[in-house]
């Protein structure tokens, strides 16, 4: 983990600086390396594979397909003709040697996905799993008690129902939109808040001794 004035720093989708693509291995070793963390996106496969890819579909590759639809050798099949590679969660947490992983899951999760989830996760000790989707966290608490939950909010999204949900006893931490950084009202909030996506460096050294989810070192 890489702190600043006890503040918390991890890397948005591995993306370090710009040579690196997103949510790729190369990315995530680099960080690991540096001793930081990062956050990643966690999407399952129709083969119930857990993969680290932002998308829910594969228009990056020129394709419409959904991952959800498709195994897991089917989609690196159409990634590796862009010399890609879509890990598994298994592979990051193998080359991650004790680096914080926040886990966001994009899509919405069966129950069988996350009993897939849960025997991948004892395997960490810093970690937290957050999503944008209520459901998603409070489905998982149903399964698994005691767990590093979190909740992601948009720029959109009310002060006062961010203050609301903070109460949720299952929720261990919160992830807010960088307008929120100056928000006086969070001082209400006993749980640690992360605050996504700051980019340039001069911004983040305005804000030392908070957590952040950053890109570009």
């Known amino acids: 983990m890489r702190f600043n004035k006890q503040g918390h720093n991890i890397i948005h989708r591995g993306l370090a600086n710009k040579t690196f693509k997103e949510n790729s291995i190369k990315a995530f070793k680099f960080c690991f390396k540096k001793k930081y963390g990062i956050e990643t996106d966690l999407h399952t496969t129709l083969d119930n594979k857990i993969v680290c ?8 590759f020129k394709s419409k397909k959904l991952i959800k639809n498709l195994k897991y050798k089917d989609i690196n099949k159409i990634a590796s003709k862009y010399k890609m590679h879509i890990p598994t969660l298994n592979e990051v947490i193998k080359i991650s040697k004790k680096n914080y992983l926040m886990l966001e899951i994009k899509s919405k999760f069966s129950k069988k996905n ?7 996760i004892k395997r960490l000790k810093h970690y937290s799993i957050t999503s944008f989707n209520e459901k998603n966290i409070s489905n998982l608490n149903k399964i698994k008690k005691n767990l590093n939950l979190g909740l992601v909010f948009s720029s959109t999204t009310s002060i006062k129902l961010i203050l609301q949900k903070s109460k949720l006893k299952y929720l261990r931490l919160l992830v807010l939109e960088k307008k929120f950084l100056t928000n006086k009202k969070l001082i209400k909030i006993k749980k640690p808040i992360y605050f996504y996506t700051l980019k340039d460096k001069k911004v983040r050294t305005k804000f030392l001794g ?5 890109e570009n070192l």
């Open 210 to 214: 908070k957590n952040l989810i950053i």
């Open 53 to 60: 890819y932002h998308d829910f579909s594969l228009k990056r």
């Open 114 to 120: 996350f009993l897939n989830l849960i025997p991948i």
